[in-house]
């Protein structure tokens, strides 16, 4: 089955502690995508990549990290210097330009205290 | 910049009854809109979408149609399940990286 797995689904950590989150997708799409959703409130856009080896901050890039060294995988580290980085993580691929639509995993709980 | 507004929930229906819930967006250009739904603890997925002015996008008995004119992208449903309990995300996508802005979400209660 194609589509785009994200590991773990929960995941806890102490602050302080960089952590990084998994997203891997087999869809053969050039572009990624990671948001972050906080309870009752619409995504906001983290980081994004169109091809391998290039990413471009989104609205909310600050205290995060991507690389993008594979097609297939995306993966968003959650530094010690986000100030709030509980939250819920989406990752999503899209085929193309902005006519198409974003397909979205699962999603990965990340709870720091 | 870029925004989209949905009306806030929760809307709460019996069952069968008519579903609307609003979304007004703003553009620089000509996006593309898409209705997302999420059911709890899960990912995005994708309802509805249209990419020019009066196309109409519709699925699983869920239609919108994108109104340039009133910059709109209203979805309805004419008899709501049990099962359509969830919430439900309007988003544009225009630059040529295909981000997504999305607006606040609507929570959908459906009650039997």
């Known amino acids: 089955d194609g589509g785009i797995t994200q590991s773990p689904k929960y995941l806890f950590r102490k602050e302080g502690q960089n952590v990084t989150l998994s997203c891997e997708q087999n869809?053969?799409?050039?572009?990624m995508y990671w948001y972050r959703q906080d309870p009752g409130q619409g995504l906001r856009l983290i980081y994004y990549s169109q091809i391998v080896n290039d990413f471009q901050k989104g609205d909310i890039a600050e205290g995060y990290s991507v690389s993008r060294e594979k097609k297939e995988s995306f993966p968003l580290t959650v530094t010690s210097a986000q100030k709030n980085p509980t939250a819920f993580y989406l990752c999503a691929s899209s085929i193309g330009d902005h006519t198409y639509e974003q397909y979205f995993g699962p999603g990965t709980r990340l709870t720091v205290t | 910049g870029n925004s989209v507004t949905q009306m806030e929930g929760p809307v709460t229906l019996s069952e069968e009854a008519f579903l609307t819930i609003n979304c007004t967006y703003t553009?620089?250009?000509?996006?593309?809109l898409f209705w997302y739904v999420q059911y709890p603890g899960e990912g995005l997925q994708l309802l509805l979408k249209?990419?020019?002015?009066?196309d109409k996008g519709s699925n699983k008995g869920f239609e919108a149609t994108y109104r340039k004119e009133t910059t709109s992208f209203h979805l309805e449903k004419g008899s709501v399940q049990v099962s359509d309990s969830a919430v439900y995300f309007c988003?544009?996508?225009?630059?040529?990286?295909?981000?997504?802005?999305f607006g606040g979400g609507t929570r959908v209660l459906v009650k039997p």
């Open positions: 553009a620089t250009g000509y996006p593309s």
């Open positions: 988003a544009l996508s225009l630059t040529a990286g295909n981000k997504l802005t």
């Open positions: 249209a990419t020019k002015a009066d």
């Open positions: 869809l053969n799409h050039d572009a």
